[in-house]
């Protein structure tokens, strides 16, 4: 399985988690165009799969390597038993020690595990001794602005034998409002040893290159960024690797990979279920286009493919007539 061949260093762009959104044909996107990219599996609570230890529960394929699995909890006996059940199938590890959602925190799990840095160095030296596989953790500034405990945070998890860390710029607080502070990224790579990956605001190849030069972090993790543009990581892949850019996929492109990405949903998931799941993207993929949210609130409310494709015919026509 190749889930062996993976070397941290030639890791330039992770792909971070997305709850209900980065699923398997989401992942699979991103991999048409890019082998080196890092794929992550939706976060993956360690009581679930304890509780109900298959694996297969979790849709991934062998075409999506490098994989990480991230897993969320805070006992240390069912982060390993949950480690164990899925190490044939990792390439590595990533603990969550960032989720800010409130269903997550109250229960010490997610960003949560920033008031409780033993307790988070004894699961990952517990699970990288378990399973022998690379481990990584990923977290925020700290609980609020009063309590940044960041830099402690990630020296502790690079004492404990973490392989690289991921830094979301905001505190648990912040949630996802306000911008990310990357000056505190940059903090972090002065102060540890391992790679730091910088996660938060970065939507574009723009925003990864300031943010590479701002932090010289190793390299970036990026989610919604990816939302409506599945060449993202491979463009900043190209960037980092060999100093190319390649343009913004274009508005034709973006309504292909719109298309293909509902398809493969439909085909995943059925019409139905399928067609309900791809609402959520479709603004991301028009955002362009001159009245979008005309279009979009027409969009979620049809329920099959072909009335959808329609729609995006006439977009295209319009834009194109726009053009000339």
């Given amino acids: 399985m190749p889930k062996n061949k993976l070397n941290i260093n030639d890791i330039k762009v992770i792909q971070a988690p997305l709850a ?5 044909v989401f992942r699979g996107q991103i991999r048409k165009h890019s082998l080196s990219c890092l794929m992550t599996t939706e976060m993956i609570s360690s009581e679930m799969l304890c509780n109900n230890p298959n694996p297969r529960i979790i849709q991934f394929e062998e075409f999506e390597y490098p994989l990480s699995f991230q897993l969320v909890g805070h006992k240390v006996d069912k982060m390993v038993k949950a480690a164990k059940i899925i190490s044939p199938y990792a390439s590595m590890i990533d603990i969550n020690c960032g989720c800010p959602v409130k269903k997550v925190v109250v229960s010490g799990d997610g960003s949560a ?10 699961i990952l030296s517990a699970i990288k001794e378990a ?5 990584s953790a990923k977290f925020r500034l700290g609980w609020s602005k009063s309590q940044e405990n960041f830099i402690e945070f990630g020296k502790a998890l690079q004492n404990a034998g973490a392989d ?3 830094l979301h710029a905001r505190t648990r607080a912040d949630m996802y409002q306000g911008s990310a502070d990357w000056n505190k990224i940059k903090l972090l790579v002065d102060e540890l040893d391992i790679p730091v990956f910088a ?3 970065i939507k574009t190849l723009d925003d990864a290159k300031k943010c590479l030069e ?3 972090a190793r390299g970036v993790s990026i989610g919604r960024g990816i939302m409506g543009d599945f060449t993202l990581p491979y463009r900043i892949e190209k960037y980092i690797n060999e100093g190319i850019i390649i343009p913004d996929p274009t508005l034709e492109e973006r309504i292909l990979m719109l298309k293909e990405h509902l398809h493969l949903e439909v085909l995943n998931m059925g019409e139905i279920n399928g067609v309900k799941f791809m609402r959520k993207f479709y603004n991301y993929y028009i955002s362009s286009v001159r009245n979008a949210s005309k279009y979009r609130s027409v969009l979620v409310t049809l ?4 009335e959808i494709n329609k729609v995006l015919d006439e977009i295209l026509l319009i834009h194109s007539k726009n053009l000339v």
């Fill in 131 to 135: 399973t022998n596989l690379p481990v």
């Fill in 199 to 201: 996660n938060g605001d």
């Fill in 113 to 122: 595990m920033m008031k409780t840095p033993k307790l988070a160095c004894e």
């Fill in 20 to 24: 209900g959104i980065s699923d398997i």
């Fill in 164 to 166: 690289f860390v991921t």
């Fill in 214 to 216: 701002l932090t010289n």
């Fill in 303 to 306: 329920d099959n493919e072909k």
